[in-house]
């Protein structure tokens, strides 16, 4: 009986960004590309699979936009004028974030990461219900919405001070806005880390959305700019 192949440790994961050029992913990190699924009144709902890559040890995603092998770089950004300039700050997410108190929950938020996803908007918005999250119902969903978030945006706590985190293998996701048909962010999940051009390290997170269509004004973090 053959084995499955075993997920490589996130530990040996990364993704670096390269000056005025891709992200160079490297230690295996599976690929998927993700489909956004839409209720009846096309609010995002869930997301599903769409196709699985096959795993590479090392590959480079496109960040420019401009590459005619996406999600790949094919070495565009050298000609297009590619500016990749990072302007995203290194401060601590809990060090930035406002929050709501409810009565059951918080809902932790940094609007500066915003990826436009928009998982947020359904039955009255996850904000809304956090404040009425004594009733089971608007609980539930305030957790999923917020743990739909693929930006880690928003984050839902418990009144004793736990962040509850979908569980989330360690992969990039490739996504597409369902409504506009822009390209959406890659949605880096699992607490990949990721370092920058500089050298220097973000804050390891189990959700986070980079940058690829390369209008993004707080590389190399998303910011919705694609839906422009
Ligand atoms: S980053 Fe190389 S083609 Fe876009």
């Not at 599976?30 to 709902?45: C, F, K, S, T, Y």
Request: hydrophobic residues 35%; glycine residues 10%.
């Amino acid at each position: 009986m053959q084995n499955e192949p075993e997920t490589p440790p996130v530990a040996s994961m990364r993704i670096k960004v390269t000056r005025n050029g891709p992200y160079v992913v490297t230690g295996s990190v599976p690929l998927v590309r993700l489909a956004m699924v839409l209720d009846a009144d096309g609010e995002a709902l869930a997301w599903r699979v769409v196709q699985e890559y096959p795993l590479q040890e090392q590959y480079r995603l496109c960040r420019c936009g401009g590459s005619s092998t996406k999600p790949f770089c094919d070495g565009t950004h050298r000609r297009n004028g590619f500016d990749g300039t990072e302007t995203a700050s290194h401060a601590l997410y809990l060090d930035r974030a406002e929050r709501t108190v409810g009565p059951t929950l918080e809902l932790i938020d940094v609007q500066e990461l915003c990826a436009g996803a928009g998982f947020c908007h359904r039955a009255g918005g996850t904000w809304n219900l956090t404040t009425r999250s004594d009733y089971p119902r608007a609980r539930a969903l305030a957790i999923e919405e917020a743990g739909n978030c693929p930006a880690g945006r928003l984050v839902a706590w418990t009144k004793d001070g736990a962040p509850i985190e979908p569980d989330l293998g360690p992969s990039i996701a490739v996504t597409e806005d369902p409504v506009t048909g822009a390209i959406g962010p890659y949605w880096v999940r699992g607490g990949i880390e990721i370092e920058a051009a500089d050298g220097t390290t973000y804050e390891v997170r189990n959700r986070v959305t980079l940058c690829r269509c390369g209008k993004s004004g707080n590389k190399p973090f998303c910011d919705a700019s694609h839906q422009e």
